[in-house]
């Protein structure tokens, strides 16, 4: 399975000639060769995980494309038909399988809404936790998508994260609210944590890929 990170939260995942795209949201640039796309997973309905434009791009290039997400985003996407999805749910659909996670988004701060957030585990190989630190219970994660940026995000509660989670391999991603520095002074952090369980860290910029 071959994973590619975009801007911010968005990864596009292939196998055996068929694509699944999780979180294509508001910071991320319009994608493109998308005509052999079989899903789509939104994490949370906050617009730099999905957005109308992306979504009716998307479906004009592959249409009828399957969306699985929480009840949250069945109701923001007023409009689109989306497969709502809870965690300990299970689907298979083309060449993944997907195991959903968590149930809630990170707090950003007591006077914002709570809402709902779901982590995704592909292929029993990636596992992406949306905006929070969801542990997969009973899961030894192979690859975490490791947020390293974010209004709710203290860097020190994203290096404990990573400790819990003990992957084989990690990257960052959600990454787009940081200047350059931080990002870089944020993944040597996540380096540290990933390399505490023997594991490895890629820094990964927009574009980047790597198979698993």
Known sequence: MRVTKYEHATLRLDQNGQTLLIDPGSFTTPLTDLGDLVAIVITHEHPDHWTPEHLDRILRAAPGTPIFAPEGVAKAADGYEV???EPGDARTIGEFDLRFFGGSHEVIHSSLPEIENLGVLVNELLYYPG???AVPEGVSVDTLAAPLGAPWLRIGDAMDYVLAVKPRRAF??????LSVIGR???RQRLQWATEQNGGEFLALDPGDSFDL
């Open 131 to 133: 905006d929070s630190y």
């Open 172 to 177: 960052g991603t959600h990454d787009m609210t």
């Open 83 to 85: 497969t709502i999805v």
């Open 184 to 186: 870089n002074m944020h």
